[in-house]
């Protein structure tokens, strides 16, 4: 099962018990609804588990049976039809969390985290989406708006913020596993950070042994080998022998053994020796 219907299904095991939160659940998952005909309304959803906990609702708040095609659903009741194009009202603070928590499992969905950080509402009433609008930007998450073919999609994508929904509606398991994708990725990073960082650092070391020994190469073709001072020419030979060490490595090689710092200076003076030539 993917991320998103395992999110739906944890949202459905929470759901309230009180009488004010569940009317306030009840208007989440009904939140969608549009007129069709008189004193009839639809809503379309593709999960089959979101549409059973609307229908269960739905029988619970108004004690009558929705009427059901696939993924259509159409209600028949003169209070819901006089209410729907209004927000509901919260008795409580935990009616906000759970009028959220309705409207997530009949129009949200969520990207995997462990491939985007994305939460989204797709909503076909036009109506409703400024007044979902303000109502997350009150809550404190103000989100971007994006029109689709029937409709608009109100989402997220900063995942601090996603964090901070998904704890507000009490889905604590899809926050765990976006919080662990979120760690693992980071870590990701930080370890092709740090290949990166070393790749660079042996692509300069190489570039600097390949530049020294074509620096020597052209100093022993023009004859002017011996020229150069004695403690120049052990730098040289054992650049030569061992193109592939590190200046660490060639320092130490040296009889005694001589500094980074100090086998630098004498790099660099056998490249400048080699181009006044």
């Known amino acids: 099962m993917n991320y998103s219907l395992t999110l739906k299904n944890e949202l459905i095991d929470g759901a309230p018990h009180s009488a004010c939160c569940k009317k306030a659940y009840a208007a989440g998952l009904l939140f969608d609804l549009r007129e069709m005909r008189e004193n009839c309304l ?13 229908v269960r609702v739905y029988r619970e708040q ?5 009427l059901m095609n696939g993924a ?5 009741s003169e209070k819901l039809y006089a209410s729907h194009e209004q927000m509901p009202h919260f008795a409580c603070q935990q009616c906000r969390a759970h009028f959220l928590r309705g409207v997530m499992i009949a129009c949200g969905s969520a990207t995997d985290p462990q491939k985007a950080y994305r939460l989204e509402f797709r909503l076909a009433n036009p109506a409703k989406i400024p ?22 999609v109100l989402y997220f994508k900063q995942n601090a913020v ?11 398991n899809a926050l765990f596993a976006l919080m662990n994708a979120k760690i693992a990725r980071d870590i990701r990073n930080e370890e092709n950070r740090a ?7 042996i692509s300069k070391a190489v570039n600097a042994s390949r530049r020294c020994c074509v620096a020597i190469e052209k100093i022993r073709t023009a ?16 650049r030569i022998e061992h193109p592939d060490a590190s200046l660490a490595e060639l320092a130490q090689l040296h009889n005694p053994p001589i500094t980074k710092s100090g ?8 490249i400048a020796f080699a181009e006044n030539l």
């Open 195 to 201: 290949t990166n960082c070393v790749t660079r650092n």
């Open 263 to 270: 086998l630098n200076h004498r790099l660099q003076r056998i």
């Open 131 to 152: 007044l979902l609008a303000a109502f997350l930007t009150e809550m404190g998450w103000e989100p971007k708006c994006r029109e689709i073919e029937g409709g608009a």
């Open 42 to 54: 639809v809503l379309v959803i593709s999960s089959a588990a979101a549409r059973h906990e609307c």
């Open 62 to 66: 108004y004690r009558r049976e929705a």
């Open 223 to 238: 004859a002017r080998f011996d020229a150069l001072l004695p403690e120049l020419r052990e730098t040289a030979e054992l």
């Open 162 to 172: 996603i964090e901070e929904i998904l704890s507000t509606v009490g889905a604590n």
């Open 72 to 76: 259509v659903m159409l209600f028949a």
